[in-house]
């Protein structure tokens, strides 16, 4: 082989590197977020890109709308902006069991926690 053939192959190897490592994921990815939002069903709870977080209550062709809270709050968004369907939190998969223990200890706290601290007692004369 000469030089001029070995640098085409070269360049041939690492553009066919360069799809399957870098360009072929990115579709998957967008193509399975695409599928989710073309999934999207009124009751869904979803999370916004923004970290908004709500239920769907009606669905559009480009747009949803969700209902933030027990207020009844209602919010018009494109279908690009859902980031996923359920709730997103930012803690790893196996920080999950810690998460779930942290829970079981604070359903075991009263109640009512008091956020009031006590006044200073007023000395004696």
Do not use: C, H
Not at 38 to 44: E, F, I
């Amino acid at each position: 082989m000469d030089q001029g053939t070995q640098t085409i192959l070269m360049l041939v190897i690492l553009f066919a590197l360069m799809y399957f490592l870098m360009i072929r994921p990115e579709n998957k990815r967008k193509k399975k977020a695409q599928e989710m939002r073309d999934g999207l069903k009124k009751g869904d709870v979803i999370t916004t890109i923004g970290g908004i977080v709500g239920k769907i209550v009606a669905v559009n062709n480009d747009t949803i709308i969700v209902e933030t809270s027990e207020d009844r709050v209602r919010v018009e968004f494109a279908k690009w902006a859902v980031s996923t369907v359920g709730v997103q939190t930012a803690e790893q998969p196996a920080k999950e069991k810690e998460s779930k223990e942290s829970k079981k200890k604070a359903e075991e706290l009263p109640e009512d926690p008091v956020d009031e601290i006590p006044a200073p007692e007023e000395p004696k004369e």
